[in-house]
């Protein structure tokens, strides 16, 4: 399980980033593509780590809604 964060980007792309996973980043047409889309790239992400036997980076973002 890994958080994503997802917001709109300035093209009209959805951007979906995974903080735990330095540089695993995202986008899609839609809030659902870019869903999609980070999900594949976590993956990769991962499968990349263990093939050259490095330890994966653990979950260790939290996050936080402030009202203002």
Do not use: T
């Not at 540089?23 to 980070?38: D, F, P, T």
């Not at 093939?51 to 653990?58: A, K, Q, Y």
Request: net charge negative; charged share 25%; proline share 7%.
């Amino acid at each position: 399980m890994r958080q994503v964060i997802i917001y709109p980007g300035e093209d009209g792309y959805w951007i979906a980033e995974c903080p735990s996973l330095p540089g695993c980043v995202s986008q899609g047409e839609s809030r659902a593509a870019a869903i999609n889309n980070i999900k594949d790239a976590i993956q990769l992400y991962v499968e990349v780590f263990e093939e050259d036997h490095l330890p994966v980076p653990e979950e260790r973002f939290d996050a936080l809604l402030i009202a203002v």
